[in-house]
Each structure stands twice: as C-alpha cells, then as structure tokens.
C-alpha cells in the first residue's frame, strides 16, 4: 500500500542557514504532495502543494520540489529562524479520491 | 482566511461515556474530516464527509460515527469511550476535490481516565 516516509530524526541547523526535509513516497506518483508545519498541541498548517507534473514550487523563504524519479519532494527553508522550529508533515492525495496519506513529520530546530 | 473550530481544545471523560467532538468550518467546503493524531503514527483518517449527511469511513472508524447535518458542521462520536481513544483528534476541511489542500482546527486533546 502507499506510505509517505519522513526522516523520524529530528534535523537541528543554524539560524541562516538553509534547512531541507524530506519525503520520499512508495508505489504510485501521487497527483498532490503538500507540505504542513505543525506547533506542539495544534493542529497542522498548510504551506504548500505541488502538483506532480510540477518541478518546483515557491513560496516567501520556502521551496517545494517533486522528483517523480525518486519518488522523493524535498523542502527547503532558507535563511532560517529559530521561529521556524516545528514539527513538517508531507502529505499526498490523488486525483478522484478524497483519501490523504500523511508523514509521521520531521521535527526541526533552528539553533540561534 | 479558512477557519476550523473545534469546540474543545481539551477534554477529559470516563470510560463508557458517550463523547461528542464539533467541528465548525466558515469557507463553504464540501469535505471534512476527522483524524487522530498519535505519537510515532501519524495522523489516521477515521471519517470524511463530502457532503451533507454524506459520510465515508477512513481507516480507523471501528468506535466512532459521526454526523454532518449542516454543511459547516461535522460532529465526531465516540458511542462509548475507552482509553485507547486517548488522543489528539484533529478536523478538517478541503475545498472540492482539486485543490488538494487541507485546512486543520486546533484540534482536541481527549484523555478518557
């Protein structure tokens, strides 16, 4: 069956640099993987969604691409904050079903 | 903006109880949602809606219903509580299949003692 797989290990970086999560995706091309941020107790945010016939996606400090080949998205926060410590989530949804598969997620700490 | 309400941000019951978790969404979608969110598991569907009294089960359903009499309203029922539905229970909604997105309420934090 389709799983998302997110690196369960938390990633810590230096403020300013740039910080790059991944997902990788089993079996099928999903038609939308969307990237979440999500705070301690709350519920996720949306950020971004690309489609799969999309190479890249941008958005303020954040980028979003789609490798088909590799089965992989990667996200990337540049030049970042400690404000941007969280927890991402990856998601994926296909065309015709109202089903999403979610990422455990990858928590990120941004060290001032 | 999108905004999900949930009518409690934490909520304590006792084993057996019947448990009623509302979800209130203002941008007009057609699907909602309901999750739980666990340590180490991710979240898992347990119902989605895509319409009025329109309901589809998820991937966990076994001791929950729910309820969607209004377009903006999605209820989630836990018929007899037990301590294995301890959890974060997150609502959802998503603009009409396409867009792909979805929009989280705060979500719920239950613990059944």
């Known amino acids: 069956s389709q799983k998302i797989e997110q690196n369960s290990e938390a990633l810590n970086i230096q403020e300013g640099k740039t910080a790059t999560l991944t997902c990788n995706y089993t079996n099928y091309s999903p038609a939308y993987l969307q990237w979440y941020r999500q705070d301690p107790g709350r519920g996720p945010v949306f950020l971004l969604l690309?489609?799969?016939?999309?190479k890249e996606k941008r958005k303020e400090r954040l980028k979003v691409t789609f490798d088909t080949t590799l089965k992989q998205s990667l996200f990337h926060i540049t030049a970042s904050q400690p404000a941007d410590s969280a927890t991402y989530l990856c998601a994926q949804s296909a065309s015709g079903t109202y089903k999403y598969i979610f990422g455990t997620g990858t928590r990120l700490k941004v060290l001032a | 903006d999108v905004k999900v309400t949930q009518s409690s941000r934490y909520l304590v019951k006792r084993t057996g109880e019947k448990v009623f978790l509302e979800c209130v969404q203002d941008?007009?979608?057609?699907?909602m949602f309901w999750y739980r969110q666990d340590p180490g598991l991710g979240l898992r569907l347990i119902y989605f809606?895509?319409?009025?009294?329109?309901?589809e089960k998820g991937d966990i359903p076994e001791g929950y219903s729910v309820s969607r009499e209004k377009k903006e309203r999605f209820s989630l029922i836990l018929e007899s509580a037990s301590t294995n539905q301890t959890s974060m229970y997150l609502c959802a909604s998503s603009p009409p299949e396409g867009s792909g997105e979805q929009y989280f309420g705060p979500g719920t934090r239950l613990t059944v003692t």
């Open positions: 690309i489609r799969e016939n999309e």
């Open positions: 941008m007009d979608h057609e699907n």
């Open positions: 809606s895509y319409d009025v009294k329109m309901k």
